[in-house]
Nanobody, 122 residues
Framework: VQLQASGGGLVQAGGSLRLSCAASGRTFSNYVMAWFRHAPGKERDFVAAVTWNGNRIYYTDAVKGQFTISRDNAKNMVYLQMNSLKPEDTAIYYC????????????????WGQGTLVTVSS
């Protein structure tokens, strides 16, 4: 499956952004979809994931109550709504896909988008 992330940009602290990830090539509903982020000097970290039909959602503790992941299987899209952004949310954000929830929190996904840069200024 091919993934194309978009929606990043420069935003002031406290602002919001919505990231989008468009999928193509295979049956989208067969995949667990996730967002990871890679900040300078850090490893690529899990942010959020949503299961095949959207009935289970997982977040890293750092973004609970702040970010919302969702998917639209009819449109082959997954989204990450990011509110109350902080400078520490600055990173390249990647969408990713895999067919199972095994090791969901690790960057062991089969397919990755190209990343979209989010910069939060203080």
């Amino acid at each position: 499956v091919q993934l194309q992330a978009s929606g990043g940009g420069l935003v002031q602290a406290g602002g919001s952004l919505r990231l989008s990830c468009a999928a193509s090539g295979r049956t989208f509903s067969n995949y667990v979809m996730a967002w990871f982020r890679h900040a300078p000097g850090k490893e690529r970290d899990f942010v959020a994931a949503v299961t095949w039909n959207g009935n289970r959602i997982y977040y890293t503790d750092a973004v609970k109550g702040q970010f919302t992941i969702s998917r639209d299987n009819a449109k082959n899209m997954v989204y990450l709504q990011m509110n109350s952004l902080k400078p520490e949310d600055t990173a390249i954000y990647y969408c990713a896909a895999k067919s199972t929830i095994w090791k969901m929190y690790e960057p062991s996904y089969d397919y990755w988008g190209q990343g979209t840069l989010v910069t939060v200024s203080s």
